[in-house]
């Protein structure tokens, strides 16, 4: 399906666009374009959300581009190209649909209601009342509050490290963050603002105890002061002292006893959030349901080591000449996620658990992915802490356009629909079939990547021809697709089949 919503307008064409906050260029603009707001769209993969409003006319046509010299890297950014780009290139030969409201992101959590799949995950984004405030403010359906706990939490300086792409993007993202700072008594006071302030937006109250008593406690204390479910951080990579966080996830018989504690101390859905740091994620799942759990939350972050230092011998961060294992995040983590969720949500032993998915979701096409796995809701914490809580335009506008393109009703009709084309083994794949590579030679510079790749990395089926174009040899190529995840201007695409191959 996804393969059907071509990108016109990639990432790599904003140069040096830093997506800016109270951004000149919007300041400067005379028409009340919003290139900053366009621009941010364009980077979120709503490039037809940012083209919509040029429908009936487009009022960069004759300006004089006082965006581009406001800009904080002035000259650097094409914003007036890529205003045009919006209006010639997304809209032509479409038909953008009009999106007059948002019905159809309406869905739930264990019945109870959601304006849309998107909530803050438990983390340092939903850690204050101000703080959820504002993304309640910007549409964010609810939030994940910070994990409560009823021991004392110091943390340590500094306690965030990333690996970056060639560009400078954060692709992941490591914490060695632990739990909420704040008193229980003054997590029950958030609590009580927040959903008298705010009665329509979910409060998902994650919890962690250190004994059966606490998991009581905790899950009956958060509905009381207005929690509309809780979740259960079986999974925290950050607590694993004293059997918290994720050595509880890693152990079947304490997720089904401190599960059925919190499930019998409160009258809320419960979710019991699942750790990856395992080979497989069902025997927590089915110990979290025989512990009476609504849904499952998934998933937490990994452990990891990033930046490892050469003169120092530290990993990053560093703290005082040492570091720790921590929860790895971020887009680079999307695949995992999706895995562990695929597998929850293939297993007929699980199909009336809500699934509530997370772990790289940044874009609307992100969260779809999640969807069409079989979450019902979605939950973000790194994109977050990267560009802000206005990232959620997008993610509703894109997410809302696609479904009414695609004729959906509501976003749960899309609930699912891609998971049992997802097998466990290579073995039930079709193998007769080779599609071979078709090369745009519009798009090709001659790089000689694909070449490159093709010889070293293949089955040396593509050659260079004295013009610097790739020349396909097909009775050497076997379809692998190297040469076209390496092009670096999407100048190759899947063509031509040959079947039943010797």
């Known amino acids: 399906m996804l393969n059907e919503f071509k990108t016109y307008i990639r990432r790599s064409d904003m140069i040096n666009c830093v997506l800016c906050g109270d951004a000149p260029c919007t300041q400067a603009c005379p028409n009340a374009v919003d290139p900053a707001g366009k621009l941010r769209s364009i980077w979120f993969g709503n ?8 429908v009936n006319a487009f009022p960069c046509v004759d300006c004089y581009a006082p965006c581009e010299g406001a800009c904080i890297r002035s000259g650097q950014v094409p914003v007036h190209k890529l205003m045009s780009r919006l209006h010639d290139e997304v809209l032509y030969g479409t038909d953008p649909v009009n999106i007059t409201d948002e019905e159809r992101l309406k869905t739930d959590i264990c019945g109870v209601p959601l304006e849309n799949p998107y909530l803050l995950s438990s983390s340092v984004v939903a850690s204050t009342y101000d703080m959820c405030a504002r ?11 910070k994990t409560i706990c009823n021991f004392p939490i110091h943390e340590a300086s500094p306690r965030y490290a990333v690996i970056k792409d060639t560009a400078g993007t954060i692709m992941g993202f490591k914490n060695i963050e632990q739990l909420s700072d704040h008193s229980v008594a003054e997590n ?14 979910f409060i998902l109250a994650s919890i962690m105890g250190q004994n059966e008593e606490e998991w009581g406690l905790l899950a009956r204390m958060c509905e009381e002061n207005g929690a509309d479910a809780i979740e259960l951080n079986f999974s925290c990579p950050n607590m694993a002292e004293g059997g918290l966080g994720s050595d509880i996830g890693q152990i079947p018989e304490l997720v089904e006893l401190f599960t059925s504690i919190a499930k019998n101390s409160c009258n809320i859905p419960v979710l019991a959030k699942l750790t990856p740091n395992v080979a497989s994620m069902i025997p927590a799942a089915a110990a979290a349901k025989r512990g009476g759990a609504d849904g499952i939350a998934a998933i937490n972050t990994i452990k990891s080591i990033i930046g490892v230092n050469p003169h120092t011998y530290v990993s990053a961060p560093a703290v005082h ?16 996620a999706l895995r562990f969720l695929s597998e929850i949500a293939s297993d007929p032993d699980f199909q009336e658990l809500h699934l509530s998915g997370m772990g790289g979701i940044e874009t609307w096409q992100d969260a779809l992915e999640f969807i069409l796995l079989g979450c019902t809701s979605l939950q973000v914490t790194t994109a977050v802490m990267q560009y802000g809580y206005r990232i959620i335009d997008d ?9 009414a393109e695609k004729g959906f009703a509501s976003v749960k009709e899309a609930v699912g629909l891609a998971v049992w084309n997802v097998s466990a ?6 193998r007769d079939t080779v599609l071979f590579p078709k090369f745009d030679f519009d798009k090709c510079i001659g790089c000689g990547r694909c070449a490159i790749s093709c010889s070293d990395g293949g089955h040396q089926a593509i050659r260079m021809t004295k013009d610097r174009k790739p020349n396909l040899n097909g009775s050497k190529c076997v379809g692998c697709h190297l040469c076209l995840q390496v092009c670096p201007m999407n ?10 191959r010797a």
């Open 47 to 54: 490039e037809k959300g940012a083209a919509a409003p040029f």
């Open 135 to 145: 993304a309640f403010d910007a549409g964010w359906a609810g939030a994940a509050f």
């Open 188 to 201: 029950m006071e958030i609590f009580k603002q927040l959903k008298k302030n705010y009665p329509t937006k």
């Open 321 to 336: 000449g040492m570091s720790a294992v921590g929860g790895y995040s971020g887009n680079a983590v999307k695949p995992i």
């Open 395 to 403: 993610l509703k506008d894109g997410l809302n356009r696609y479904l």
């Open 425 to 430: 083994s290579t073995d039930v794949l079709e």
């Open 491 to 500: 100048a190759i695409s899947s063509a031509r089949k040959r079947i039943n």
